[in-house]
T-cell receptor, first 114, second 115 residues
Framework: GQQVMQIPQYQHVQEGEDFTTYCNSS?????IQWYKQRPGGHPVFLIQ???SGEVKKQKRLTFQFGEAKKNSSLHITATQTTDVGTYFC??????????????WGAGTKLIIKP | EAQVTQNPRYLITVTGKKLTVTCSQN?????MSWYRQDPGLGLRQIYY???????DKGDVPEGYKVSRKEKRNFPLILESPSPNQTSLYFC??????????????FGPGTRLTVT
């Protein structure tokens, strides 16, 4: 079963409002990646966070990695119609023998209210 | 242009009729994988390959086969498709799988319907 919980499943916002999605892992992660999937499209890489407590910004998007490297968040300020889509987190966890396992959250769908 | 290609993009088939979905990448990536995406379940990994001739099961491998005879190609084979394999399938590749995860590049997806 999934070991990275992502909430909420959906978020409806008015254009101009903020949006946040959260990912929580039951185990410590080596790093975490974030992807965006536009409607009808494929997931596209946004960013990777590696360090404990790391914060990165991309214009209106702010990504955080928790101090314990078990949780992460993506915050979008003043949403625009171009932000519509589903946002996924994917945590990387060491599974032995130089192997890493990528564990995906179920995604948060951002919907802009008309 | 660096890309991952999949074919076909859409496929409607009947139960039990063997099919293959092709995946090819032109970035000389070592790591390739297949995912299925179903509503509310996110992306679930079917199989992955760390390099040529090295493949392993992901989270939902039942009913699927893969092969990696060349670095650039990673076909997904459904020997006897069933309706519960109706889904959206994505192939992805990344530079490597050593020392942690690298950015995944996804193909455009294959929407499969099994009746």
């Amino acid at each position: 079963g999934q070991q990275v919980m992502q909430i909420p499943q959906y978020q409806h916002v008015q254009e101009g409002e903020d949006f946040t999605t959260y990912c929580n892992s039951s185990t410590t992660l080596s790093n975490i990646q974030w992807y965006k999937q536009r409607p009808g499209g494929h997931p596209v890489f946004l960013i990777q966070l590696v360090k404990s407590g790391e914060v990165k910004k991309q214009k209106r998007l702010t990504f955080q990695f928790g101090e314990a490297k078990k949780n992460s968040s993506l915050h979008i300020t003043a949403t625009q119609t171009t932000d519509v889509g589903t946002y996924f987190c994917a945590g990387s966890r060491y599974s032995g023998d130089s192997n890493y396992q990528l564990i995906w959250g179920a995604g948060t769908k951002l919907i802009i209210k008309p | 242009e660096a890309q991952v290609t999949q074919n076909p993009r859409y496929l409607i088939t009947v139960t039990g009729k063997k099919l293959t979905v092709t995946c090819s990448q032109n970035m000389n990536h070592e790591y390739m994988s297949w995912y299925r995406q179903d509503p509310g379940l996110g992306l679930r990994q079917i199989y992955y390959s760390m390099n040529v001739e090295v493949t392993d099961k992901g989270d939902v491998p039942e009913g699927y086969k893969v092969s990696r005879k060349e670095k650039r190609n990673f076909p997904l084979i459904l020997e006897s498709p069933s309706p519960n394999q109706t889904s959206l399938y994505f192939c992805a590749s990344s530079l490597s799988w050593l020392a942690g995860a690298y950015e995944q590049y996804f193909g455009p997806g294959t929407r499969l319907t099994v009746t």
